[in-house]
């Protein structure tokens, strides 16, 4: 069965520094993986995924992850941080109909 | 296209009572998805339906869980004697089948269940 593990809960960035969310999997094949995001008050809304092609994977709103199947992870990344960005980020592995998520991670950014 | 709606947005009902909630998914989207959200907790999957078809149940569903698609549109869950650890937020979500399609890309914005 697959696993997906966000280390750390909660981050908090400044607004302009590197935003980098992990995300470990589980799994003895490589699954296709996702990252969600959950702004307030609204619904989980895709930002990339992995389907075994780039292994740099880019994103909306300026996020890219990148595949390495040798740390079995999927970490988030964006070189800069907005006010906007600050929600609640998930990662997900899975098929193409099924979706195991991982706890979340919530992203708040200071000014 | 307004995206995936559900109904209620909330819902509190007393232990023992039997609850509805109803999902639209985005117009021609052919799969429905549903998910069930505890509070801490991502996303799990609950059961997926491709046109009126459902094809995959979870072992989280239990008998007392029930799905429906009956004209390949809006969707309906039930819960049939609700417990205490019904309590959650149910999410649904909509795509087309591949190749043209896979995963959601949105989800609705939930109903989330209170059972007293």
């Known amino acids: 069965a697959q696993s997906v593990t966000q280390l750390g809960s909660h981050v908090s960035v400044s607004e302009g520094a590197l935003v980098l969310l992990r995300c470990n999997y589980s799994s003895s094949v490589p699954p296709y993986l996702f990252w969600y995001v959950q702004y307030p008050n609204q619904g989980l809304q895709l930002l990339l995924k992995?389907?075994?092609?780039?292994?740099l994977v880019k994103g909306i709103n300026g996020f890219e992850a990148e595949f390495k199947k040798s740390e079995t992870s999927f970490h988030l990344t964006k070189p800069s941080a907005h006010m906007s960005d600050a929600a609640e980020y998930f990662c997900a592995a899975g098929s193409n109909y099924k979706l195991t998520f991982g706890k979340g991670t919530l992203l708040t950014v200071n000014p | 296209d307004t995206g995936v709606s559900q109904d209620p947005r909330h819902k509190i009902t007393k232990r023992g009572q039997n609850v509805t909630f109803r999902c639209d998914p985005i117009s021609e989207h052919n799969r429905l998805y549903w998910y069930r959200q505890t509070l801490g907790q991502g996303p799990e999957f609950l059961t997926y339906?491709?046109?009126?078809?459902?094809?995959?149940k979870s072992r989280l569903l239990s008998d007392r869980f029930s799905a429906e698609r009956p004209k390949g549109s809006f969707s309906t869950l039930e819960i049939q004697r609700t417990e205490q650890g019904d309590s959650a937020m149910y999410l649904c979500a909509s795509s087309l089948a591949p190749p043209g399609g896979g995963v959601p890309s949105f989800f609705g914005p939930g109903t989330r269940l209170t059972v007293l």
């Open positions: 992995y389907t075994s092609a780039a292994t």
């Open positions: 339906f491709q046109n009126e078809a459902q094809l995959e």
